[in-house]
């Protein structure tokens, strides 16, 4: 009877003992120089050069919640007429959350017909996503969704 | 070498916008990865460039950081205007280079 007791014991310690540990693996790995809000605007700021950017005309399509970290479907689209002289230069998508803030440039030429793109993405936890949209006048655009991320796709 | 698939349209109208769509086969390694067994990250390997041109002009094109997704797939448009042909190009950022062809027959 007491070996008994004292086993379930040991496991209760156990369990709580790894518990910690995997809390503390969890805490170090968020600490150790995520991509957060503030590096993501730095980065922007590099992406633009420092230019004005105005809210609104970019569409960042990005599920609500993501089950899967490791395949977030995205798609982008920028309202533009796509004309010689008035085009989509750019997207970039940048994130607040992930191990770094990039996530990748699309660029786009008036032979594209529309600013559309769609890819998947790669998705550490819940955050936003910034997208930012650079039209061929030199005028910037943006806009963050946010996605709730439910196993991130890091890899650890 | 990793493999592609691309699906493009072979016919259009003069002036319609088509929509494209790739994919191709790379593991993508983050170098944020570890080995199980040995504890040590796996080295960072990924394409990081994607172009599509027709008859040799590059219309679109992307750059990818580590946030994308194994197998990256990739979709965007294109207005047709005249016969030609497609050529797809992924980097890979030990210079490896995968590509492939497609023509487009405008009516």
Redesign the interface.
């Known amino acids: 009877m007491t070996k008994l007791k004292v086993d379930v014991l040991d496991r209760r310690q156990f369990v709580i003992a790894s518990g910690a540990g995997a809390a503390a693996i969890i805490a170090g790995f968020s600490s150790a120089a995520h991509a957060t809000p503030e590096t993501a605007a730095e980065l922007i700021k590099k992406l633009t050069n420092s230019a004005k950017i105005a809210e609104g005309k970019i569409k960042i399509d990005l599920p609500e919640i993501a089950e899967n970290g ?3 479907p995205v798609k982008v689209s920028v309202e533009s007429p ?1 004309t010689a002289d008035n085009y989509v230069k750019t997207v970039h998508l940048v ?1 607040e959350g ?3 803030p ?13 600013a ?8 550490a936890r819940t955050q936003n996503v910034v997208g930012i949209a650079e039209m061929s006048d030199g005028t910037v655009y943006m806009s963050k969704t946010q996605v709730k991320v439910t196993i991130g ?4 | 070498m990793a493999k592609a698939r691309v699906k493009a349209p072979k016919k259009a109208k003069a002036g319609d916008i088509v929509t494209i769509k790739t994919l191709v086969t790379h593991k993508m390694e983050s170098g944020r990865r570890k080995n199980k067994k040995t504890g040590k990250l796996i080295p960072r390997h990924i394409i990081d460039k994607f172009t599509a041109k027709f008859n040799g002009e590059t219309f679109f094109s992307s750059d990818w950081h580590g946030a994308i997704s194994a197998n990256p797939y990739m979709s965007f448009s294109f207005k047709a205007s005249k016969s030609g042909e497609f050529e797809f190009i992924w980097h890979d950022e030990k210079g490896e280079i995968t590509s492939k062809k497609s023509k487009l027959t405008v009516a």
């Open positions: 490791n395949t977030v796509m994130s992930n191990p770094g990039e996530i990748c440039s699309f660029h786009f030429t008036p032979m594209s017909g529309n559309n793109a769609a890819t998947r993405l790669r998705l796709g890091c890899g650890g």
